[in-house]
């Protein structure tokens, strides 16, 4: 009976270091566990920002793209203006040759 209460005594105290390396090795990946949290975590908000950055970068090249397309519009409209002028300007110099030449004709000097 007393080697029995050894024996007892002996495979007790094997469950309990077995327990013992069983919940350390159970804290290890907790702990693991908790750290990938973490990272998950700083991730995540790390994602946020770049996101937000992103967000906005982009309503600033929209921004600036809206501008140049005004630009561009504006910039269209002045030059109908400046060719309309131009062209103008070419019919009244093309009346000035006429002139020219006919008072060429009448004064006699050929061009």
Do not use: W
Request: zero cysteines; aromatic letters at 8%; proline letters at 0%.
């Amino acid at each position: 009976m007393i080697e029995q209460e050894s024996n007892n005594l002996k495979e007790s105290r094997k469950e309990g270091v077995l327990n013992e390396h069983l919940d350390s090795k159970l804290d290890l990946v907790l702990e693991g566990f908790s750290a990938l949290d973490k990272k998950i975590d700083d991730n995540h908000e790390e994602f946020r920002e770049f996101a937000s950055d992103v967000k906005f970068n982009f309503g600033v090249v929209f921004g600036n793209l809206r501008e140049l397309r005004q630009f561009q519009v504006d910039a269209n409209l002045k030059f109908d203006v400046v060719f309309e002028e131009l062209h103008e300007i070419n019919g009244r110099l093309g009346g000035i040759e006429n002139r020219l030449d006919g008072v060429e004709e009448k004064v006699g000097i050929s061009s």
